[in-house]
């Protein structure tokens, strides 16, 4: 998902400033879609109003910069159901643990189970908050998301509970860190 589709999706729920779609875009229910800085943000939110799709008003604050509040138009509302009609894009996946595993045979038994510990952590955290997100809301689309990303994650966390050893038993045993890089084990022809 692209940013502009990410802004309107967010101002289509309700009215917001840059602050909050990037506070929404992180910690509420619209982190798991896309990474959205405000260098990013911001210009997604000018280009949006230029072509009628969002209007900006400013609200007045005592002893502070005004808020620049965001909502969606008519517009808006039909380009942001026309962005989501597209196929969507394949999910981007990417992981630091993953490199970590890639690489066991570099690290010593008690950092592998480190790295598989945090992200069995790390898993249970967003299983929590997405039960979270469950509890707290009526909304149906948003509880047939959630209940998917609990499903996705649980099985996730499944399969690090039952293969952690797998993973562990290729790490090194003794607790010295390979640095140098393994020999070569192909040769190129003489020309």
């Not at 399969?159 to 090194?172: G, K, S, T």
């Amino acid at each position: 998902m692209n940013i502009r589709t990410l802004c309107l999706a967010i101002l289509h729920e309700s009215d917001a400033t840059g602050y909050e779609i990037k506070k929404l875009s992180v910690e509420g229910k619209y982190r798991y879609f896309a990474e959205a800085s405000f260098g990013s943000i911001y210009p997604t939110l000018a280009r949006l109003e230029q072509e009628g799709l969002v209007t900006l008003r400013e609200e007045t604050q005592p002893g502070k910069p005004s808020r620049k509040i965001y909502s969606i138009t008519d517009a808006g509302r039909r380009a942001l159901v026309e962005a989501l009609s597209e196929p969507p894009t394949p999910d981007v996946f990417r992981s630091g643990f993953l490199l970590v595993a890639l690489c066991a045979e570099l690290l010593d038994r008690a950092t592998i189970a480190a790295a598989v510990e945090g992200r069995i952590t790390h898993l249970r955290e967003e299983i929590g908050h997405l039960e979270e997100l469950l509890r707290s809301t009526n909304d149906p689309t948003t509880h047939w998301a959630a209940a998917y990303g609990i499903a996705c994650m649980t099985k996730s966390h499944e399969y690090l509970a039952d293969h952690r050893h797998e993973i562990e038993a290729l790490a090194r045993d003794d607790g010295v860190v390979e640095t140098s890089p393994p020999a070569a084990t192909f040769r190129v022809a003489a020309t």
